[in-house]
């Protein structure tokens, strides 16, 4: 018999974090009536092998979590040797709503969300009200995805990234948090726009792009604190027409003193088309970063009307010129002053 609304209760889900809830689930996931069904998961922790859904279904859960802790519905891997906890290869229009997916950093590269497009259609694939961590792999991996939207989501203390969407085009992320994570706190390849969001605390950088393949990114509202490489890396390649508007940057580079390469908030090399406008850069209560941008053979790009009220500690702008049709003018600021410890 299959319905419309299916609890995975009924289908001998214990949800006690100890037993092997695998064949309830699949039997659950069997059961669905088709397009428009809803797995739903009382609270409870359920440990399972890898879930493989339809199209146009829903998985939903309890939220009801804090920035440290898990929230009332969690799933977990019930094993270390496993790909990923979620597997969307090729699904389209799958919601996943009010799940905390925590990995138990379990195995060597596993992913708690995994996507892919396996035909040319666009998916639509819903992340909403999620808390996704300790994955050792990235939190959530999407290989080509195209047409996605992750909002009101936590993705925190991957080892690896926290998103990796650097090879997906045409997504939408907006109130989300990526925080402590291994690697970034998000890889961002083409067409995503980018609102609202926190990105803070990630080992290597905050955003990181594709350099092969990024174009039409946008960021606009977001904050990125106390990352522990530059907030925003864009290293030479194929990465051309961003916007990048109305953020603040504070505290970057927590871990780069001596390397002058990284310590700085945002370091551009190569870029094409970038617009950086209108964004604040600031250091509060530290000594990092010691540059607030580092700018190198950009083209046809404007880095304008900016500030850096006690942007940086050593420089405000490294400018290594070779330019190409590039206006850098208007991003007044000042230094931070060792004794200052109220900025």
Not at 226 to 241: D, F, K, M, Y
Request: proline share 3%; hydrophobic share 35%.
């Amino acid at each position: 018999m299959t319905s419309a609304l299916v609890n995975v209760r009924d289908h001998g889900a214990v949800g006690d974090g100890q037993a092997d809830d695998t064949a309830a689930l699949r039997a659950a996931v069997k059961a669905l009536s088709g397009p428009g069904a809803v797995l739903f998961f009382p609270p409870g922790h359920y440990l399972t092998d890898t879930l493989y859904l339809p199209d146009f279904v829903t998985l939903r859960g309890d939220s009801a979590f804090g920035y440290q802790e898990a929230g009332g519905t969690v799933l977990s891997p019930v094993k270390p040797h496993m790909p990923r906890l979620i597997d969307l290869n090729g699904r389209r229009g799958v919601r996943l709503e009010g799940l905390t997916m925590h990995g138990r950093d379990l195995g060597d590269d596993m992913t708690g969300v995994y996507a892919s497009r396996a035909t040319r259609q666009e998916q639509h694939i819903v992340i909403d009200r999620c808390r996704v961590e300790h994955f050792t792999g990235s939190g959530v991996t999407l290989n080509e995805c195209h047409v996605w939207i992750l909002r009101h989501s936590i993705f925190m203390s991957n080892r690896g990234g926290g998103v990796d969407a650097g090879t997906s085009f045409d997504g939408w992320i907006s109130d989300c948090m990526f925080t402590a994570n291994g690697r970034f706190g998000l890889c961002a390849g083409n067409s995503i726009s980018i609102v609202g969001c926190r990105i803070e605390h990630n080992a290597e950088v905050g955003l990181a792009v594709n350099r092969h393949y990024t174009m039409h990114l946008q960021l606009c509202g977001n904050l990125f604190c106390s990352e522990r490489g530059p907030a925003i890396e864009i290293l030479e390649g194929n990465v051309r027409a961003l916007a990048i508007t109305g953020n603040t940057f504070r505290n970057s580079a927590r871990d780069q003193a001596g390397n002058p390469e990284r310590d700085c908030h945002v370091r551009f090399i190569g870029t094409q088309g970038l617009t950086f406008t209108g964004n604040a850069l600031h250091v509060l209560w530290c000594d990092n970063p010691g540059t607030g941008m580092i700018l190198h053979r950009l083209t046809d790009s404007v880095i304008a009307n900016n500030t850096l009220f006690k942007g940086a500690t050593r420089e405000l702008i490294r400018d290594l010129g070779e330019h190409t049709r590039t206006v850098i003018e208007n991003n007044p600021g000042s230094l931070k002053q060792p004794d200052d410890i109220d900025s």
